[in-house]
């Protein structure tokens, strides 16, 4: 699949093996050009019956359901679910901030495992794919193809993606909204550090766009902890001033503004109908995958 | 606060430490890259004053903990300040009053004054490591080394006497010791019941000590350990007059038992016991007001029964025997018992040298007649060419109206007053240049009209009020002829002018007074208004009398002169040194006989040793007074009380060590990082890991 490039670092063959018998689905009635496996708003000539419908003029008489006219004597078309192909947009978080992590895994690396494990498994039920990399501003945007080679261009920009700068997220999603003009699977994956009034407005903007909105929350276990223990200079990653703070000063009032700042978050997504899941970046992808993956499937028939 | 071991609060500058360690662990700060600033922001700015506080706290509750515990080694003492106020504690001087009014207790039985003030400056001293302790005590008045602090419980110096206190005299004498040996000198502890009797504030030493103690090369303190409790209900007994008479065919004792009370409780029953030759009566007191006196109480004795108690040669009317009275054990057992002494009295023998056959004649009247029909008297009346043959030795008084003796005849006087013997001089016809006791007479000087008498002691001497307070009619005295009189005395009367009528000299032993007129017409109505003149007379007899009784009482301390040992001194000129021995009384060392309270007896003579009356009724001196005593020198008051269980001077490391662990536990509690669970904010969020919403 990739014949100039033999391994990619944050891909593994096994995971995605494992992966690939759990199908990515969409939880929202998708538009695509192609037909596919995921459900369209409109009725297709699928093998699955949706409904009866009456006939009015101009319907394709191919389409009438002689048997129910035959009873009733009156006219009905049978109409089937239509399929189409899904559009899945990864919107990776590439500010500074990305790159910490006390795991020995950053939060860059992570994300990196997720969206390429994404794109391979998208691709390879013949979905389109897209990422764009976001940290001031859109720093790499390839829009979602079908093809394969389009997927080494995405896992190649992934693969570049360096962690820097402060993050513009809110925007660029509310960019995106706006750009990505048919249905699609939005991931975004982040630590999402920032306002969470501003992340209520961008993801409200997407889900007004019949966007499925996918966030694979990052927090890194030091981050929720803060069990340090001597007086620290900590250096902000994004480019802001640095901060000398006891720990032991500050371990309570940090304890209760992440609380604060968390709650929030799950209220936005409770309210926005978001595929939220917070991530610890000691877990292990493959089960964040899977438990993503999961979820999805069992909500197939929503239409 | 002084500290047993000062030297380890050099190390206090060590409470710096946990700031000094705070500021380099603040240098020693890590950096790290943190992507979560904005928790840290929130935190910083939500908890600077709180932080802050904190921080601060532990601050200060780690250097209390370091100051706890370096005042905890260096051994704190309470009171400590005593001592700190220059000087050393390598020696100090205890003056221990020993006054019967310091075996006072608080009830019946328990810790007196004396014991409790011996027990707390020894536990003071030893806390203090004194190495040299040096006691005079009130009966010495003589400095004693002790080995240690602790000796000051043991040595019988330290035990109660009779004899009153004379708080100016063991002063100087602690003068005297410092100046002769500086390094003693430090601190004086002074253990008194602040009696003014003790203290003698008019006593003309007292200037004298305080510029002695100012002038001293080095600081001396002066600690006061006053016990001035009083004990309401503590009651004195004494016996103020014994003898006996014939009655019928017997003999009567007759006892005149007076008690008094601190204060007046209310009408009380009191039961006095009296022992004689072994036998015990018993006889209950009314007891109202704060005093009471039973007068001429009458005891049936039979004389052959007591020659056992002190030899009487047979003859009944010449027995000398002892007794004692003793009243229910209350808060001073010092005061519950008093001894005395009976025996018939001694003939009243008066030697009378006179130039003028008036005076002369006079004075044979008033010396010749004795006061009470039982008495005998007998008079020799010599000339002055004769007066170096007389025998002195039976003798109370001798009345000289001549010019004063020289040589032989004036040795022999001074032997005679030296064993207590009594002596007016009457001015002779024509004053010569001759002195006797430092005192001559001068020229004569006639008053038309007759002068009277300005002023008197009505209050002590030969003038005195009588026992019933109505004064002497010294005033009605006309005088028309007065002596001068030339030197140093104690004037007893005085003409206008301040020209002295009576002058008394003051001996270690023995009286002597000097008359400026004679009861000659010419000179004085003295012989016409003869009750002055027989109250002089026949109280010097009784004065001299004391000293040829064969049984008397005495006051404790008044017995041996100054300056000389106590058991190496006789009561009479008649008894060999060393001769008195102890036959009643608590046991008492024998170099302090005559201090404490009991019967002493020399070849068929007794004497009975009481406590002084003005001891049971001596008030107490107020602090102020006392405070003026001191006035200008470095001197610390303590108000103690008898038998209290605390140390005057004790270590208080133990609230120091309480403070150290309290300051630790303080500082770990406050060092709490106060952490939330690492998993709270998970919680909160309400997702748990991986949750789809």
């Known amino acids: 699949m990739f014949p100039d490039r033999a391994t990619r670092t944050f891909l593994d063959s096994g995971v995605l093996s494992r992966l690939a018998a759990v199908p990515l689905l969409a939880r929202r009635p998708m538009v695509g050009g192609v037909s596919g496996r995921h459900t369209s708003p409109h009725r297709g000539s699928s093998v699955e019956f949706a409904e009866y419908r009456k006939y009015v003029p101009g319907d394709d008489l191919r389409r009438l359901d002689w048997r129910v006219y035959g009873r009733t004597d009156r006219n009905y078309v049978k109409e089937y679910e239509a399929d189409t192909n899904l559009r899945l947009c990864l919107v990776v978080d590439s500010s500074g901030s990305m790159g910490y992590g006390s795991t020995g895994i950053t939060r860059m690396e992570y994300a990196r495992r997720l969206a390429g494990t994404l794109a391979f498994l998208a691709c390879r039920q013949g979905d389109a794919v897209g990422i764009s990399c976001v940290a001031d501003g859109v720093v790499r945007h390839l829009p979602p193809r079908r093809n394969p080679a389009h997927l080494r261009l995405v896992l190649d920009a992934l693969e570049e993606v360096r962690p820097r700068g402060a993050s513009r997220l809110p925007e660029v999603l509310h960019e995106l909204a706006e750009t990505v003009r048919q249905r699609a699977l939005i991931v975004i994956i982040s630590d999402l550090f920032m306002d969470p009034g501003e992340l209520a407005g961008s993801f409200g903007h997407l889900r007004f766009r019949h966007h499925d909105v996918a966030c694979f929350h990052l927090l890194d276990p030091q981050e929720i902890s803060f069990d340090f223990r001597r007086p620290t200079r900590f250096i902000d990653m994004e480019g802001g001033s640095a901060l000398f703070a006891d720990p032991i000063d500050i371990a309570t009032r940090y304890q209760q503004a992440l609380a604060a700042w968390l709650a929030a978050i799950r209220g936005i997504v409770l309210e926005q109908g978001i595929d939220h899941h917070q991530v610890s970046l000691d877990e292990d992808y493959e089960k964040v995958l899977a438990r993503f993956l999961v979820g999805r499937a069992s909500g197939r028939r929503r239409r | ?693």
Not at chain 2, 274 to 296: H, K, N, P, Q
Not at chain 2, 324 to 351: H, L, Q, W
Not at chain 2, 660 to 683: D, H, I, Q, T, W
Request: proline share 8%; net charge negative.
């Open chain 2, 1 to 693: 606060m002084t500290f047993l071991q000062p030297w380890i609060l050099l190390a206090l500058p060590m409470i710096a430490l946990p700031v000094i360690i705070h500021l380099v662990n603040q240098r020693r700060f890590q950096s790290v890259d943190w992507a979560a600033m904005r928790f840290l922001l929130a935190a910083k700015a939500l908890a600077r004053g709180y932080s802050r506080l904190r921080q601060w706290l532990i601050l200060l509750v780690r250097a209390l903990a370091v100051a706890a515990a370096v005042l905890a080694i260096s051994r704190p003492l309470s009171r400590g300040w005593l001592a700190s106020m220059g000087g050393d504690q390598a020696a100090a001087i205890v003056l221990l009053d020993r006054s019967p009014s310091m075996s006072q207790g608080v009830v019946a039985g328990g810790e007196s004054k004396l014991a409790t003030a011996r027990r707390q400056v020894a536990g003071a001293l030893e806390t203090l490591g004194t190495r040299r302790v040096i006691l005079i005590d009130s009966v010495s008045c003589r400095p004693l080394d002790l080995a240690a602090p602790r000796a000051l419980l043991e040595v019988p110096e330290g035990e109660p006497a009779a004899a009153p206190a004379d708080l100016p005299r063991m002063l100087l004498a602690a003068c005297e010791l410092i100046r002769a040996d500086p390094a003693v000198g430090g601190t004086l502890w002074i253990c008194s019941d602040q009696r003014a009797d003790d203290w003698k504030v008019g006593d003309g030493a007292w200037p004298a000590i305080r510029e002695a103690i100012r002038a001293m090369p080095r600081a001396v303190r002066v600690n006061l350990l006053a016990f001035t409790d009083p004990a309401a209900d503590n009651l004195a007994v004494r016996v103020t007059r014994a003898g006996y008479e014939p009655r019928g065919k017997g003999w009567e004792l007759l006892l005149d038992i007076a008690l008094r009370r601190q204060a007046d409780t209310g009408p009380q029953r009191v039961p006095v016991a009296i022992d004689l030759g072994g036998a015990r009566s018993t006889v209950d007191v009314e007891l109202t007001g704060t005093e009471a006196v039973l007068a001429r109480h009458a005891i049936p004795i039979d004389p052959a029964t007591l020659a056992s108690t002190a030899g009487a040669d047979g003859d009944p009317a010449l027995v000398t025997a002892w007794g004692r009275v003793s009243i229910p054990a209350d808060a001073n057992p010092a005061d519950n018992e008093a001894y005395f002494t009976f025996g018939k009295a001694p003939k009243r023998r008066t030697v009378i040298v006179a130039e003028n056959p008036s005076t002369r004649r006079t004075l044979e009247l008033i010396a010749g007649i004795p006061p009470d029909k039982l008495l005998s008297a007998a008079v020799d009346v010599v000339t002055p060419e004769g007066a170096a043959a007389i025998a002195l030795d039976d003798v109370s008084l001798v009345l000289w109206q001549a010019p004063l003796p020289v040589g032989d005849v004036a040795t022999r006087l001074d032997a005679f007053l030296d064993r207590g013997g009594q002596a007016i001089f009457l001015p002779p016809d024509v004053p010569t240049e001759d002195s006797y006791a430092g005192i001559a007479w001068g020229a004569w000087r006639e008053f038309s009209p007759p002068r009277r008498p300005a002023s008197w002691r009505a209050d002590e001497g030969l003038l005195a009020a009588t026992l019933a307070g109505t004064s002497l009619p010294v005033g009605d005295v006309e005088v028309r002829r007065v002596c001068g009189l030339i030197g140093e005395g104690t004037s007893l009367a005085t003409l206008p002018e301040d020209l002295p009528l009576l002058l008394r000299v003051s001996r270690d032993r023995g009286g002597v007074s000097f008359l400026a007129t004679t009861p000659s017409p010419r000179d004085s109505d003295l012989a016409v208004n003869g009750v002055v003149l027989y109250a002089l007379a026949q109280r010097a007899i009784d004065d001299g009398l004391a000293a040829v009784s064969p049984a008397r009482l005495a006051d404790a301390g008044a017995l041996f002169p100054e300056g000389l040992s106590p058991g190496g001194t006789d009561l009479s000129s008649t008894a060999a040194p060393n001769d008195w021995r102890q036959i009643a009384g608590p046991p008492s060392p024998s170099s302090e006989a005559g201090f404490h309270a009991g019967v002493l007896e020399s070849r068929g003579r007794l004497v009975a040793v009481n406590r002084p009356a003005r001891e049971d009724a001596a008030p107490v001196l107020p602090d102020d007074e006392i405070a003026n005593l001191f006035q200008g020198l470095f001197f610390n008051r303590f108000e103690q009380q008898a038998g209290g269980l605390g140390n005057l001077v004790e270590e208080v490391w133990r609230p120091f060590l309480v403070a150290l662990v309290l300051a630790l536990a303080a500082e770990g509690l406050l060092s709490l990082p106060f952490k939330v669970s690492n998993r709270m904010p998970f919680a909160a969020a309400g997702a748990g890991r991986g949750v789809v919403t």
